[in-house]
């Protein structure tokens, strides 16, 4: 069967058209970073896209020190570092026992799931807070892990039920026949074989939790426990806002999710069509 060739004209087309979205994309970072090298009075003298006259790299060291960038991102760190696996293997073991074991009502167990994607969570604030404050977990990391885990336990079942239904069954039987359980087939076969699903959900798993600003607002008051986001906020005055210090740590701050954005990219694609064919 001959293949079908497309138009240079077309491919032409195509690679223009990439060009602009990634321009557009890009022009908000861009005048980000000139702001975070300008200095104040050049930043309210010129206009913001104009290119700054003297690149103030010390900004970059003022908002790191002085904004405590270094506790907030280590914060952070450690929260995304225990939420991120702990909720990927709570989701992955939920999508293994609605794919693998055969047991009644298996599609309304999944549409119950689905659910949690539905609820506002601007409207699970109050019984949250209640909730928290009667067990004593504000500002705590236990009641971080708690609500993050289960914000996020809907999506990560979503993709990995679907591409734990791309693995043939022909597989659990194998299993079976050499003596592997349940928990052998979890480990041993559907794991290893779900790392593109696993990826992807780490991707998007590290960066909901980097960026997550309303609950780390409300639940965390200590501020040596602040996250990036919230403490992004300090650079705002009561009267005033230090903008090319905030500038500064904003790009501070995405260097950590574009790396694990880098490290687990290529299996980005591979993973997000397995979920959504499953």
Not at 129 to 147: A, D, E, M, R
Not at 168 to 196: H, M, N, T, V, W
Not at 246 to 257: E, H, R
Request: hydrophobic fraction near 55%.
């Amino acid at each position: 069967m001959e293949t079908l060739r497309v138009h240079p004209v077309a491919n032409v087309l195509r690679y223009l058209l990439l060009i602009v979205l990634a321009v557009l994309f890009l022009v908000p970072v861009i005048f980000v970073a000139f702001t975070a090298l300008k200095s104040k009075p050049e930043l309210l003298t010129r206009p913001f896209y104009a290119f700054p006259e003297t690149l103030r790299w010390d900004n970059f060291a003022k908002a790191w020190e002085q904004g405590k960038m270094s506790m907030y991102m280590k914060n952070t760190l450690f929260i995304c570092v225990v939420k991120v696996p702990l909720g990927i293997v709570i989701e992955a073991l939920a999508a293994f026992a609605l794919t693998r074991m055969n047991f009644k009502r298996s599609n309304g167990m999944f549409a119950f799931f689905l659910v949690g994607m539905m609820v506002p969570m601007q409207a699970t604030l109050v019984p949250l807070n209640i909730f928290l404050n009667k067990t004593h977990l504000v500002s705590t990391y236990p009641g971080i892990f708690l609500i993050y885990v289960g914000f996020g336990i809907p999506f990560g079942i979503l993709i990995l039920r679907g591409f734990f239904r791309t693995i043939p069954k022909e597989l659990d039987e194998a299993a079976l026949i050499d003596g592997c359980g349940d928990l052998g087939k979890f480990f041993r076969i559907i794991l290893p074989l779900s790392i593109p699903a696993i990826a992807t959900l780490i991707i998007f798993d590290f960066m909901a939790t980097w960026n997550e600003f309303l609950l780390a607002q409300i639940f965390i008051t200590d501020d040596t426990m602040k996250t990036i986001t919230t403490g992004l906020m300090s650079f705002r005055g009561e009267r005033a806002t230090d903008y090319t210090l905030l500038n500064a740590g904003v790009l501070i701050s995405i260097v950590p999710t574009l790396l694990v954005y880098l490290i687990f990219q290529k299996y980005f694609v591979s993973g997000l069509a397995g979920s959504v064919k499953g």
